[in-house]
């Protein structure tokens, strides 16, 4: 099954559940790729961690989207190892200080690391790969709704079902790991279940610097998908 990871680059909530799926999908046959939302330039005048129209802002969202070119680049290419290229970077060693030739050096070091080409950092310049991730937004929108928050999760099963927002708060082991999809498939997969809400508690970290300590988890159907008294609706 088609798995579908959308992630701002920058999100440290998107950490743990990449490393989730990449170690839940050789075991349960999914084909997982990563596809990224945000990462607006600063010309857009887009948002990120450090503060909307703050120069570190604009720094950071500026190399926001190289990341994000980088890995938009993997996915049209075919690459099935853009969540391992995700999982070597450092997410954390990006600051509004970081210069574009310190993030290049970055990227080389990842993706060696990753075992992926080295050549894919030209990427992270390359102007002409942010159609491809304004696509990559809009296929989010499309399935998930415009408002979906990072990151969001679409199991393109029948009908395909929308996780949205974060859902792994630590590390879990392989078989913790396993044991949590196979609960959360079931449910996501149920034709009675229509939506579910939880509220992360107010002591779970939520992972991403400047949105704060509280979000919301939502397992849900695509739009259209159900009608009130009747479910969710099969192709």
Same mark, same amino acid.
């Given at each position: ?69 980088v ?66 937004m ?31 708060s ?14 959360l498939f ?5 034709v ?7 509220? *992360? ?5 939520? &992972?991403? $610097? !400047?949105? #704060? /300590? =509280?979000?919301?988890t939502r *397992? ?5 998908? &159900?009608? $009130? !008294?009747? #479910? /969710? =609706?099969?192709?």
């Amino acid at each position: 099954m088609r798995v579908d990871l959308f992630l701002q680059p920058t999100s440290l909530s998107a950490w743990p559940m990449s490393e989730w799926l990449n170690d839940v999908a050789p075991h349960r046959r999914l084909a997982l790729r990563v596809r990224t939302i945000g990462g607006t330039p600063a010309s857009a005048g887009g948002d990120s961690p450090a503060g909307a129209g703050s120069a570190a802002s604009a720094g950071l969202a500026c190399q926001s989207r190289r990341i994000a070119r980088v890995v938009e680049a993997m996915h049209w290419c075919n690459e099935d190892g853009a969540c391992r290229f995700y999982q070597t970077w450092r997410t954390g060693d990006l600051t509004a200080d970081t210069t574009d030739a310190s993030l290049s050096m970055s990227l080389v070091a990842a993706l060696a690391k990753a075992g992926l080409p080295k050549a894919y950092a030209a990427a992270a310049d390359d102007t002409k790969l942010d159609i491809r991730i304004e696509q990559s937004m809009a296929a989010k929108s499309a399935m998930a709704g415009a408002g979906a928050v990072d990151p969001t999760v679409i199991l393109h099963a029948k009908p395909a079902v929308c996780l949205v927002g974060p859902m792994v708060s630590s590390a879990l082991t392989v078989r913790q790991g396993l044991d949590l999809w196979d609960k959360l498939f079931a449910l996501a997969v149920a034709v009675e279940i229509v939506q579910i809400n939880r509220l *992360l508690p107010a002591e779970q970290p939520f &992972w991403h $610097p !400047g949105i #704060g /300590r =509280r979000g919301t988890t939502r *397992l849900r159907t695509r739009p259209g998908d &159900w009608r $009130p !008294g009747l #479910g /969710r =609706r099969r192709p």
